[in-house]
T-cell receptor, first 113, second 111 residues
Framework: DAMVIQNPRYQVTQFGKPVTLSCSQTLNHNVMYWYQQKSSQAPKLLFHYYDKDFNNEADTPDNFQSRRPNTSFCFLDIRSPGLGDAAMYLC????????????FGPGTRLTVT | GESVGLHLPTLSVQEGDNSIINCAYSNSASDYFIWYKQESGKGPQFIIDIRSNMDKRQGQRVTVLLNKTVKHLSLQIAATQPGDSAVYFCAEMEYGNKLVFGAGTILRVKS
């Protein structure tokens, strides 16, 4: 059974039109992460939540926001998608910081037209 | 900032042979390392991890070696199978909560 679920798997949005990607987990993990992965590149961390505490990476554009309404769900909001935001967006979870193994979802592939 | 990098972007091996994927890291303070496998269209899948107080760890058909002296990490896959074809990433844990991924190595298994 899937432990980290991402919906939708494929998302098409128009340039400048806000879009929300969703992630849910059944592991009851404290930490949830959002990564951006462009073609043939490594995943790049955008931000993460430890419980309700939000931790942004210094180089994450303001265009990217996140919400975590409860333990199980976390959302990635892109306020005004540009063509350069087309990528695979990966959600991951970990139990905490000490046990560092991160479990990844299947990703959402975002296309911007 | 400091980064994790890989020596070989693509590795081709014959089915049944052993594979070795290498990774160099630069942050001597990193204390936890993970190897992930990513198949096309999927998220990274955990393979094996190692903490800095160890120099070797074995799993099923996989072995990770850590050489802190030269800041080098390797993943050995025994009896490589077609299903092992994927991109392999090493990742370095910095500051207890941030994974920094290496560039990735494509492993191609020839039948």
């Amino acid at each position: 059974d899937a432990m980290v679920i991402q919906n939708p798997r494929y998302q098409v949005t128009q340039f400048g039109k806000p879009v929300t990607l969703s992630c849910s987990q059944t592991l009851n993990h404290n930490v949830m992460y959002w990564y951006q992965q462009k073609s043939s590149q490594a995943p790049k961390l955008l931000f993460h939540y430890y419980d309700k505490d939000f931790n942004n990476e210094a180089d994450t554009p303001d265009n990217f926001q996140s919400r975590r309404p409860n333990t199980s769900f976390c959302f990635l909001d892109i306020r005004s998608p540009g063509l350069g935001d087309a990528a695979m967006y990966l959600c991951a979870t970990s139990r905490d910081y000490i046990m560092g193994e991160q479990y990844f979802g299947p990703g959402t592939r975002l296309t911007v037209t | 900032g400091e980064s994790v990098g890989l020596h070989l972007p693509t590795l081709s091996v014959q089915e049944g042979d052993n594979s070795i994927i290498n990774c160099a890291y630069s942050n001597s303070a990193s204390d936890y390392f993970i190897w992930y496998k990513q198949e096309s269209g999927k998220g990274p899948q955990f393979i094996i991890d190692i903490r800095s107080n160890m120099d070797k760890r074995q799993g099923q058909r996989v072995t990770v070696l850590l050489n802190k002296t030269v800041k080098h990490l390797s993943l050995q896959i025994a009896a490589t199978q077609p299903g092992d074809s994927a991109v392999y990433f090493c990742a370095e844990m910095e500051y207890g909560n941030k994974l920094v991924f290496g560039a990735g190595t494509i492993l191609r298994v020839k039948s």
